[in-house]
Structure formats: C-alpha cells, structure tokens
C-alpha cells in the first residue's frame, strides 16, 4: 500500500492550499479516508475523515468551516481543500487510509499512512 500526499508549500495567513493523496495497493472504493497534522513539538492530531461513499464527512473544530475534504473514486485519491490558513495550521500533513468503511476521528482505526507534506504558514 502507498499513500503519496502532495500540494503543501508555503502560504501567507489567509490563504488557501489544495493537498492531494493519491493511494494505490488498498481497496480505496472501500476504505474511509483521512487527513492528520503534526506540528513541531507536538502530538498528531486528526484534521478530517471521509467515508468510502464520499458522502459523509467529519472535521476537527479546528478547521471546521475552513477545510474540506473530498475523493475521486476514479482517480484513487483524497483531496483537503484548506482556506482561510492560520499560522496554527503549519504542520506535517499526513494522509491516512482505514480498513473501515465509515469516519473516523482515531488514529488507530486507520492501517495505512502516508509520509506527508509539509505545510507552512506564514503571518
């Protein structure tokens, strides 16, 4: 299994960013998909999840209403749309893949993980 994330950079407060996973090797039709951060110096935290119908999604009140998430069954990938940045959401941006079909907010419901992408922003 491989989960390639892609599209971090830096960015100025108040702008947005695309992120991109594209997976391969897991049965991504049927897996929940998700989005987590590791900022220096602390703890991964969940960002966002969504299910393997692309039709039921959750988020951190963090990035609520600023952050969405979304998937191409077609393309094998999962998409975090992020505007409205905050310097708070500099952070290694991990993609996540679930043996489940339905989100999840735990880490440890999830069995593949990518390496991330780095984003940062700048005040």
């Known amino acids: 299994v491989q989960l390639q994330a892609s599209g971090g950079g830096l960015v100025q407060a108040g702008g947005s960013l695309r992120l991109s996973c594209a997976a391969s090797?897991?049965?991504?039709?049927?897996?929940?998909m998700g989005w987590f951060r590791r900022a220096p110096g602390k703890e991964r935290e969940f960002v966002a999840s969504?299910?393997?119908?692309?039709?039921?999604?959750v988020y951190a009140d963090s990035v609520k209403g600023r952050f969405t998430i979304s998937r191409d069954s077609a393309k094998n990938t999962v998409y975090l749309q992020m505007s409205s940045l905050k310097p708070e959401d500099t952070a290694v941006y991990l993609c996540?893949?679930?043996?489940?079909?339905?989100?999840?907010?735990?880490?440890?419901?999830?069995?593949?993980w990518g390496q991330g992408t780095q984003v940062t922003v700048s005040s």
């Open positions: 996540a893949g679930s043996r489940r079909l339905i989100t999840s907010k735990y880490a440890g419901q999830y069995g593949y």
């Open positions: 090797g897991l049965p991504f039709n049927r897996s929940a």
């Open positions: 969504i299910n393997w119908r692309g039709d039921d999604t």
